[in-house]
């Protein structure tokens, strides 16, 4: 299969070359054998039968941005002057910073912020602590919280070399959502651990997003956390990605003329993002779901690769009893849904599914099945890449679940709130819009967001779990 340039292999070059067409299509010809494109060009400087170009370039992986650099070097000729890697450029130094909101210019702004004015406000929150919601950094911060095991599609990494990954999602969480979010990337393992150190951390947070923790651990630190603290506690791994599952599922089921009480759907992958697929699809009505891991299909009594989680979850799914790999859990299905790993599928078992069936292939980079291979056979195709149609991404969740949260000083998030995501999200895409590769928004649809934050408060609201009742504007920014 042949990889895509991708602009996270973007690297721009400056070099010294002859003047002329010949050169030119010399350099052209070494980038092109070497599988990288060309995004951007242009002249720096001209002399004496030399010119001097920056050009921009990208290339599909690390060894074909080298196989570049190294064609480039071999050019009779050419001289090469730099190189700079833009993605290590851009992280250079980290991506996020703090910043003031309010200048210190003279002795009356300082005796306000600081001491002695600052005193007033701390027995304030002294004696009714819910005060610092209004008052603190409390009423718009997040906690990213991980400990590094499960990150990306890179596993076990660490805290330390997860930070640009938690950096990212700091990023994400202030353009989409307004949000000031802080990465705590914790130097243990230990579930107690870990539960401690947010219990710490909590007064100065309005929320905690887990991330990137493996399961199952991750699901008995959620749960006790959201039990301990008075503030909403989300793993997004979870539950961000069940909401847009399900958001793009509905609208991917208005177009085959099908419904969710009806379907059976196929789950594979039964780590954290899977689990919580299935428990939200069964709240949205599905009836017939079943699991599937490494060991094949999950079935009640199954004693191979077992947790509490998976047997509780065996007891749900998986009515008619059926044994047997992914293959035989396909057979008639409506819908698959993997959160597991590449290559798994490939259009023939696609064919023994029922009739029009949806196919969501999220594993990253590399899906259960590519794009290309399962469209024939499906009737809609989306994945987690942003280079193919229909990207399930949980940034059209997160960021406006949380600014719903925060604007309503909720104690908690709940089903109904998730539900009300799903649903802003999925009415996102007009009628007239939706189309076989068209059933989710952009990440870059400035309304997706303050739809999702619109609903959640309600919700909040109607399910008892928000403090405040006020109407809020929320300090929002588009992408």
Known sequence: MTKKPSPSYSFRISLEMPEGTASLSRLMAALGKAGSEIWEMKV??????????EILIQAPDSDTERKTID?????????????????????????IELANKIPLQNRQDLAMAYTPGVARICLVIKEDIDRALDLTIKKNAVA??????????????????????????AMLFKSFGGIDAFPICLNTKDPEEIISAVKWLAPVFGGINLEDI??????????????????????????????????????ALKLVNKHLEEISVVVCGLGAAGMASISLLFAAGVRRIIGCDRNGILYRGRQEDMNP??????????PEGRKGGLYNALQGADVFIGLSKPALLQGKDIAGMARDPIVFAMANPIPEIMPEEAQPYAAVVATGRSDYANQVNNVLCFPGLFRGVLDCHARDINEAMLLA???????????????????????????????????????????????SRKAYVSPMKSG
């Open 214 to 251: 493996s399961a199952p651990r991750c699901f008995e630190i959620e749960q006790r956390l959201k039990k301990e603290l008075d503030i909403p506690v989300f793993h997004d791994d979870q539950h961000g990605t069940a909401v847009v599952i399900l958001a793009a599922l509905i609208n």
């Open 71 to 95: 064609g480039v070097k071999n050019l009779e000729g050419f001289r090469l002057l730099e190189v700079i890697d833009c993605t290590f450029h851009l992280h250079r130094g980290g991506k």
């Open 144 to 169: 990213i919280v991980t400990d590094g095991t499960a990150v990306l599609g890179l596993g076990d990494i660490g805290p330390t070399a997860a930070l640009p990954v938690m950096e990212g999602k």
């Open 421 to 467: 995501a799903v649903h802003a999200i999925a009415s996102s895409v007009k009628a007239g819009e939706l189309k076989r590769d068209q059933i989710i928004p952009s990440i870059f649809d400035a309304t997706v967001h303050s739809r999702v934050a619109a609903a959640v408060r309600e919700a909040a609201h109607n399910s008892g779990v928000a403090r």
């Open 309 to 318: 989680f998976k047997a509780a979850l065996a007891l749900k799914t998986n």
């Open 44 to 53: 720096i400087s001209q002399d004496e039968g030399r010119i001097t170009r």
